[in-house]
């Protein structure tokens, strides 16, 4: 019977592929709206993602998330060297800073200054010159996304059509030269500004002469060491906060989750997807059984148990579960496969794909209960009326 | 079960069936007797409203009586519980429904092949069999499409077909020839006397169709919840049979 079940299904095809569509719908939505929520939400710590060297940030006790800027002494970073159980301490810049282009243009940028020596918290992609560049006097390195906007010389010196900025050109920071010597894939972060990392030292230079200020300090513990006790001492010996980096990119991530209208936005675009789901195809699957009734009434008058139907009834239920949630699965993938990442931030986890098959389970079961009710209910003895 | 069952297919004695409560309650049957032999076929008359339906939905297990007597094949279907009763009727009981409730999603061989496939019957095979039913019913090159596409005379044909085509012992049918024009009417009563013909075989058709009398074995007439008349094919009352003990037997016109 399980054949005459999907043929019934199929057969109508107005409310299949009704439910089929609502269904897909609802995982699109749900989905989709998930995963850019994720994406965002994973944007809000790329940084601490991308610097896995670092095991300990340390920054200023006020500060409340990774991008929040509350400016330590130059010296601090000493005062953390001098904690033993640290393998290493490096100071990190990060600022806003004005970019001089060479054809005149000036560009509000996010300047990343990192330890001079050891070039730890660099980009995680190269995508042109390397690292180690950065060495070299004056150098900076350009984010290769910025190149294609903000960096984007209209009037090239040299003359000719408009240009990405690229390596070799000379900018200037504040009034001050520096030369692009690399391009980098530089992680994307909430901030919109373009990007530019150097070294820890120049970024100071650069800086106005009132905020030349060390933002955050990274650190290692030696091998060996407590991670969760040595924060504990560098707090107390320096009055600074100081995390391990899970719970510094939780604390960063419960921020934008707490403190942001962002959660309530995605929130409501998941819920009406679920209520579509459940107004549209949990709807249309009860009036699909509904319309069966008498013919499932015919079958229990000619010898189908109530078992027996209802497994078609979930048979039913279980077809459109699934082909909806592919159906809308795919798409959002698909749409998460076209749309380029800098565009817009889309991170399907694999918990997402589960709370959508969730969703729409729940949708199905419910209807198809409703359902089934109707059906154990019923009296094969109608069926003979004129 | 009881050695009444070698000689008699359904034995219905003093069954009442009431509807509803209180204001609303409405008394189908009476206090219904109703015997058909081995082999036989039988045919309920009586007006609109008399019970007809009631009596036969409780034979075939589709109701239960409230109070009485009944043997199908040895079997009580009334006593038999929930999905043991359907199963029963599965194995027993062959229907033509008033309405015919076809699907109209299935093709029309697939809805005669119903029986079968809940019968555990394999699907190839099922509509092997279904199609070769259609034909005897005449609707051979009808198999495909859905059956909302045929006449409501070829629709009633389908669901004879499906009612025959697993062989039922027990077929109960509801005014079956409703819709069809005479001669349909005397070849679809041809296949069900025949097929139904057997030692532990009986048929039992609700008609108000006079031009299939002549397939009768027996006549129960009956009048507000009552059999209250046994007569042969041609109106000649039967011996033997009298349900009420020695009621007397009018002259039936
Ligand atoms: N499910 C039900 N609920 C309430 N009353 C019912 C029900 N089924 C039948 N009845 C009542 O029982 C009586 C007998 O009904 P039944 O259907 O057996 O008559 P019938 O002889 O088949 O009539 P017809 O020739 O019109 O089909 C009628 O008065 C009817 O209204
Ligand atoms: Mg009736």
Redesign the pocket.
């Known amino acids: 019977m399980r054949i005459f079940a999907l043929k019934m299904l199929f057969g109508d095809s107005a409310k299949f592929y009704g439910i089929l569509l609502g269904l897909g719908f609802a995982t699109l939505l749900i989905s989709q709206q998930s995963s850019i929520f994720v994406g965002l939400m994973s944007r809000t710590f790329g940084f601490i993602t991308d610097t896995p060297q670092a095991e300990i940030w340390i920054a200023d006790p006020d500060q409340r998330y990774l991008d929040d800027n509350k400016a330590l002494r130059t010296t601090a970073v000493q005062r953390i060297r001098g904690i033993e159980g640290l393998e290493w301490a490096v100071p990190l810049y990060k600022g806003l800073i004005m970019v001089q282009l060479p054809d005149g243009q000036r560009q509000m940028s996010q300047v990343i200054g990192i330890d001079d020596s050891s070039l730890i918290a660099g980009p995680s992609r190269m995508l042109e010159g390397t690292l180690d560049d950065l060495r070299r006097s004056d150098a900076i390195i350009v984010d290769e996304r910025a190149c294609r906007r903000e960096f984007m010389l209209k009037r090239p010196p040299e003359g000719g059509p408009p240009r990405k900025l690229r390596v070799g050109d000379v900018v200037e920071l504040n009034e001050l030269r520096a030369e692009v010597v690399g391009i980098c894939k530089a992680t994307q972060t909430f901030q919109s500004q373009p990007v530019i990392y150097t070294t820890y030292n120049r970024a100071i230079q650069f800086a106005p002469p009132n905020r030349r200020m060390t933002s955050m300090i990274l650190a290692k513990a030696a091998p060996g060491e407590d991670v969760d006790a040595l924060c504990a001492r560098i707090s107390e010996r320096t009055g600074l906060s100081a995390f391990p980096t899970d719970a510094y990119r939780e604390k960063t991530l419960q921020y934008w989750i707490r403190e942001t209208g962002i959660p309530i936005n995605f929130g409501t675009s998941i819920i009406l997807g679920f209520v579509v789901g459940v107004a549209v195809a949990g709807q249309m699957f009860y009036n699909f059984t509904l319309d069966n009734l008498k013919y499932f009434g015919a079958m229990k008058a000619m010898g189908a148990t109530t078992p027996r139907l209802l497994g078609m009834v979930s048979m039913q239920a279980a077809t459109v579960a699934v082909l909806g949630f592919g159906l809308g699965i795919g798409i959002t993938s698909a749409f998460g496969l076209t749309v380029p990442g800098d565009r817009l931030a889309f991170r399907m986890t694999w918990h997402i794909p589960l709370v959508a098959a969730g969703a729409v389970t729940l949708i199905c079961v419910a209807s198809a209960a409703l359902g089934m009710y109707r059906v154990f209910r019923l009296d094969p003895?109608?069926v003979f009326?004129? | 079960m009881s050695a009444v069952a070698t000689d008699l297919a359904i034995r219905a004695r003093a069954v009442a069936k009431a509807?509803?409560k209180g204001d609303s309650r409405?008394v189908?049957l009476h206090s219904a007797d109703f015997d058909v032999p081995c082999g036989e076929m039988a045919m309920l008359v009586?007006?609109?409203?008399?019970?007809?339906?009631?009596?036969i939905s409780i034979i075939a297990g589709l109701l239960a009586r409230d109070h009485g007597e009944l043997s199908v094949l040895g079997t009580d279907p009334s006593a038999l519980s929930g999905d043991k009763r359907t199963s029963w009727r599965l194995k027993t009981v062959g229907f033509v429904f008033?309405q015919f409730n076809l699907i109209p999603q299935l093709s029309v061989v697939e809805n005669v092949a119903v029986p079968l496939v809940l019968g555990g019957t394999r699907m190839s095979e099922a509509i092997e069999r279904s199609s070769e039913m259609m034909a005897r019913v005449g609707l051979k090159g009808r198999e495909r499409g859905s059956p909302i596409k045929l006449s409501g005379g070829q629709q009633q044909r389908v669901a004879i077909a499906r009612a025959l085509v697993n062989s039922p012992k027990i077929l109960v049918c509801d005014e079956p020839t409703s819709a069809l024009d005479g001669a349909t009417g005397q070849s679809v009563m041809e296949l069900i006397a025949e097929t139904c013909r057997g030692p532990d075989r009986a048929v039992v058709i609700?008609t108000h169709d006079e031009r299939i009398f002549r397939f009768a074995d027996r006549i129960a007439h009956?009048d507000d919840g009552r059999v209250d008349r046994l007569t042969d094919r041609d109106g000649n009352p039967l011996d033997g049979a009298a349900p009420q003990g020695g009621a007397p037997m009018e002259q039936h016109a």
């Open positions: 003895a109608d009326k004129g | 509807f509803g409405v189908a009586g007006p609109s409203g008399c019970g007809k339906t009631t009596l008033q609700v009956m």
